[in-house]
């Protein structure tokens, strides 16, 4: 079950940017990172391994920022440290920098 917290989307409704994720999303992926990742202050949790890694043993190895009309979101591909998975993950801003 992935952590409570997580952000896929502008809570908002901003549906520019909802729209702008999912095309990143789509990039990385197609880029060799086809996984699930989800991110709170603390961890990232791999869908692939069902493992909570601490935030500060990821290494973001593509980023792409996202505007939206209420926050920045960054969509990133990343590997898991456990399994070695290669996937995506979305966050604020706000929260990657907390």
Request: net charge negative; aromatic share 6%.
């Amino acid at each position: 079950m992935p952590p409570s917290g997580t952000h896929v989307a502008d809570p908002f409704g901003d549906e520019a940017a909802d729209a702008k994720i999912a095309e990143a999303i789509a990039r990385i992926a197609a880029d060799g990172y086809p996984g699930h990742f989800q991110v709170t202050r603390t961890h990232v949790w791999c869908a692939n391994c069902q493992s909570n890694v601490s935030t500060q043993d990821i290494r973001w190895r593509v980023i792409e920022i996202v505007t939206g009309l209420h926050q920045m979101s960054v969509v990133g591909g990343i590997r898991c440290p456990i399994c070695s998975e290669r996937g995506t993950a979305t966050t604020s801003l706000d929260l990657l920098n907390s």
